[in-house]
């Protein structure tokens, strides 16, 4: 007999085991015993933010098994597995249908009559195989629950990049990762539309929709991609770029993980886009948060090759400075694609080629770009200017906020036409591209047009106003000679001007200004500890910058009254002097008055504390003998290699700096410069030079040269080789001065005496009778009998020295000064004696 209660109670069980069962549904695993049924789901462990199970796209007739938002209302699919062998029918026309993992470890997708439309087979032997949905949206097939991983359903994505998925490729496991879109919203099978990780010259990411490029985000720059500038303006997420041996690959997390955002590739109509979404629950929708293209400059190269895309232009294409249209019919109907060739080609090989700063850039292809991160902002416009086929360089790393100051930030060179350049308003980055010389000019005579036409006539007047005063001070100072020389102290360059060469306004260097807080919070506040010493201009202190970069601080007197351009100008100037053996200025501070330069931090002082003051340590040969090379090529390179032609006027050992390997390095060179011409500047107090090391002419006369420099030179070696100050071209017996003695010995053929005791005979006798030979030329009176910098280099090499020229006599300035004056006396002696203060003049 049945009564109703039995019955009940078995559709209460019933009702019971279904809830249990539907409870059971809600796992994350399938192991080989319990595939994965069409009518169930499986759900992420943690927090459940993903479905996994099978699915028919609305208004299609297949059934596919897929990775979908638990959260969403919305069914919102992000992963496929069989998006290109659907099951035929929809998901209740397939009730059998399975995803199974085997003993074996396969992992596979069955339709209702058992047919496997989908299997991944791992490429090692699982003991216990698991499948499981992470919760981040990974598939992962792996053995046992939280083994090793077999496989990954994100090596594998369909069109939708979630957090913390990789786009590119890696190495290593040797994936290739791309999004691309559904064919359409009920077709998940693969679209037109790719989002694609390119990995030539420096990487980046392309979309591309059928054939055709449609968006190119630019090379990663340090914190974004330079073609989507408006990174900064994100909250909330981060973004990696890894770009290694291992791995190119791009991807990006969610700080809260309540919000829902992925990246997205779709095909609409003829069009197809890359967007970020983000899930409003409250409005049960997809915000659209960023999406590109967005407009006509984000097109793939719509102004060709050296054309510019400005969206903020009427029309947006215009060609880069320098270049003029390719096809200018075309381009007259707004058809920029043919692009733009330059107006002057480049010379590379005579070095005259300069750099034509673009800023805001998001930089051009750089598929067929060269990379190199070792390099810094500088070294890059070696490089690039080295290279005759380089077109521009950027710098491949604007994190670091450097500006080629700091450590290497990478360099990125172009060495065809530059292709897909477009600017923004105030993103993007700078770009320097390299143009002829003549273009640049132009560029600069046009900006500066008006300016010029105001600043000419004023120049008219400052010119024969100083040229008057200027032959009033020749006047004076000649008349003032005669009746004081040898007094006491007196310029000595008043009448001859700059001698260098080459333009000061190059567009392509930016000038590295510190600010005021910055140096004084390296230097604790030009604290007296950190006082290295007192230049000619002012003291010099050590500090120590944020990034733990160790720097000299020389501050000017603010008796230099350059006008700021000019300053800035001349700072610039020398900033791009750079050589190994020349102490290398960093930047400069401006604070009103306040003047300072920022260079290089040598460990090692300098050599006049090493040659004359250190007693404890003596320099061996070969150390003297390599700073001897050093100061050799430095000062060659100032003279006649960089393209400015600096003569230093001021060289002496306290002016030659040592670093951590003893390596020498020339300093204060250039400052001359910084202190503006004398013409412009009477009013200011001057640097002249060092008694000891001053050829006769210079101090004579004032007339300095190359020449000039070479007779310091000289002294320097000979101090060098002797350890021996030179007392001074204006000591009281030409025998205490060390030319003299140098040239005493020489007559007597006992050069090899002048050798530094120090050394204790250990030495080189070539190398010391080749240095002092070569010292001795170099010190000669006549200007013209002293050999230039290239000829010294080369005796230095020359294995013989007995092949050299004979030396005369040496210029003793204090000699000519002494006959000329009959008041000398030498009580004044011990003040020429102190020798190496560099002797300011006011007036
Ligand atoms: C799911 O389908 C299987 C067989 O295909 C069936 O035995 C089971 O009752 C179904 N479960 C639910 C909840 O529909
Ligand atoms: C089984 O299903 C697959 C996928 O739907 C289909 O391609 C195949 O023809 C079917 N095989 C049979 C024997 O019905
Ligand atoms: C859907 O596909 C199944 C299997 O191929 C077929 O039997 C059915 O007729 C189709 N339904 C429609 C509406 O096309
Ligand atoms: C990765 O795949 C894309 C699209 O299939 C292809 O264009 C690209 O060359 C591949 N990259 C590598 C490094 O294989
Ligand atoms: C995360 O976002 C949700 C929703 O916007 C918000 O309520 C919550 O406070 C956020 N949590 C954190 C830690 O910011
Ligand atoms: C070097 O460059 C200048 C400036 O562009 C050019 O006028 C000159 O012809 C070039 N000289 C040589 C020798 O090529
Ligand atoms: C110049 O650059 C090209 C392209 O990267 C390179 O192939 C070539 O070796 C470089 N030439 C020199 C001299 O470095
Ligand atoms: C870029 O520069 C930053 C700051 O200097 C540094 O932390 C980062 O590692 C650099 N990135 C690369 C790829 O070199």
């Avoid at 994350?28 to 462990?45: F, K, Q, R, W």
């Avoid at 069955?110 to 698991?130: D, K």
């Avoid at 097109?299 to 054309?307: D, F, I, L, Q």
Wanted: hydrophobic letters at 40%; charged letters at 20%.
């Amino acid at each position: 007999m049945a009564s109703p209660q039995p019955r009940l109670l078995c559709v209460l069980l019933c009702l019971l085991s279904h809830l249990a069962a539907g409870h059971a549904i809600a796992r994350d695993t399938i192991t080989p015993g319990s595939p994965l049924a069409a009518n169930e789901t499986l759900v992420s462990g943690g927090d459940g933010n993903f479905a996994m199970g099978f699915f028919t796209p609305p208004g299609a007739n297949s059934t596919y098994l897929g990775v979908w938002y638990n959260k969403v209302s919305l069914r919102t699919v992000v992963w496929v597995a069989n998006r290109e062998a659907p099951i035929a029918g929809t998901v209740e026309d397939n009730p059998g249908a399975t995803l199974s993992v085997s003993a074996g470890g396969t992992l596979a997708v069955a339709a209702g009559n058992r047919t496997v439309v989908w299997s991944v087979q791992p490429a090692v032997r699982l003991a216990s195989p698991t499948a499981r949905i992470l919760d981040n949206g990974n598939l992962v097939l792996a053995n046992g629950v939280g083994g090793a991983v077999a496989w990954e359903g994100f090596d594998y994505p369909t069109d939708t990049l979630l957090p913390e998925m990789k786009l590119g490729i890696d190495y290593v496991k040797r994936k290739n990762r791309t999004l691309t879109s559904w064919k359409s919203p009920s077709d998940p099978s693969p679209g037109p539309v790719a989002m694609v990780m390119d990995t030539n010259g420096d990487p980046q990411v392309f979309i591309w929709n059928g054939g055709e490029k449609v968006w190119r985000s630019g090379p990663w720059d340090g914190f974004q991609f330079t073609g989507v500038p408006d990174t900064a303006t994100y909250s909330g997420f981060t973004f990696s770029f890894i770009n290694n041996a291992q791995e190119v690959t791009y991807s990006f997390q969610v700080h809260n993980a309540s919000i829902i955002s992925h990246l997205g590739v779709v095909s609409t109509g003829n069009y197809g886009l890359l967007q970020r979404s983000t899930w409003v629950e409250a409005a049960r929708t997809w915000n659209l948060y960023w999406y590109a293209p967005k407009d006509q400059c984000d097109a793939v190269s719509p102004c060709g090759p050296n054309g510019v895309c400005d969206t903020n232009n009427l029309p947006v294409c215009s060609c880069l400075h320098g270049f003029t249209p390719k096809t200018p019919s075309a381009w007259a109907l707004r058809d920029g694609r043919d692009g733009c060739v330059r107006s002057t080609p480049l010379d590379c090989r005579n070095g005259t080629d300069r750099f034509l700063t673009v800023r805001h850039a998001k930089v051009p292809d750089t598929e067929r770009s060269v990379v190199d991160m070792s390099l810094t902002l500088d070294q890059c416009r070696l490089a690039c200017l080295r290279n005759c086929s380089c077109t521009a360089y950027a710098s491949a790393n604007v994190s670091g906020g450097g500006r080629g100051a700091g450590a290497g930030n990478g360099c990125v060179m172009w060495t065809t036409g530059l292709t897909d350049l477009r600017v923004y308003p105030d993103f993007g980055q700078d770009l320097f591209v390299r143009l002829a010389a003549a273009d640049l000019e132009e560029s600069a005579s046009k900006s500066r047009k008006a300016r010029i036409i105001i600043a000419v006539g004023a120049s008219v007047a400052a010119l024969v106003f100083l040229l008057a005063v200027a032959g009033l001070l020749i006047w004076s100072r000649r008349k003032r000679l005669r009746r004081t020389a040898g007094s006491s102290k007196w310029s000595g360059s008043r009448s001859t001007g700059r001698r260098y060469e080459g333009s000061s306004h190059d567009d392509d260097l930016e000038l590295p200004i510190f600010d005021l807080g910055t140096i004084a919070a390296a230097t604790d506040g030009f604290s007296i500890n950190n006082k290295l010493g007192e230049g000619g201009f002012g003291p010099v202190y050590k500090g120590k910058l944020e990034d733990g970069m160790e720097i000299a601080v020389k501050t000017l007197s603010k008796t230099s009254a350059q006008g700021l351009d000019e300053f800035k100008n001349e700072v610039l100037l020398i900033a791009k002097l750079q050589h190994r053996n020349l102490v290398r200025l960093l930047g400069c501070s401006i604070s009103g008055q306040e003047r300072m330069l920022v260079y290089e931090y040598m460990a090692n002082k300098s050599l006049d504390y090493f040659l004359f003051e250190k007693a404890n340590v003596v320099l061996d040969w070969q150390v003297r003998y390599r700073i001897i090379e050093g100061i050799t090529r430095g000062l060659l390179y100032l003279h006649q290699d960089s393209r400015y032609r600096i003569i230093h006027r001021d060289l002496k050992a306290a002016n030659v700096l040592l670093d951590k390997e003893m390596t020498p390095k020339i300093s204060d060179f250039g400052m001359a410069r910084i202190f503006g011409n004398e013409e412009t500047e009477i009013n200011t107090r001057k640097v002249v030079g060092t008694y000891g090391y001053m050829s006769p002419e210079y101090a004579m006369d004032g007339i300095f040269s190359v020449k000039s420099d070479v007779f310091s030179y000289g002294v320097l070696l000979l101090e060098i080789v002797s350890g021996r100050r030179n007392r001074g071209a204006y000591s009281c017996s030409n025998n205490q001065s060390l030319l003299g003695h140098a040239w005493s010995l020489w007559n007597e053929e006992k050069s090899i005496e002048l050798a530094d005791e120090k050394m204790e005979g250990s030495f080189n006798p070539d190398e010391v009778l080749k240095c002092v030979r070569v010292g001795l030329l170099c010190v000669q009176e006549n200007p013209d009998d002293r050999p230039l910098m290239c000829q010294v280099l080369l005796m230095l090499a020359s294995p013989d020295a007995a092949s050299l020229p004979t030396p005369k006599q040496p210029g003793f300035a204090a000699r000519r000064v002494l006959m000329e004056t009959d008041t000398s006396s030498t009580k004044d002696c011990s003040v020429f004696d102190s020798a190496t203060i560099t002797m300011l003049e006011g007036r």
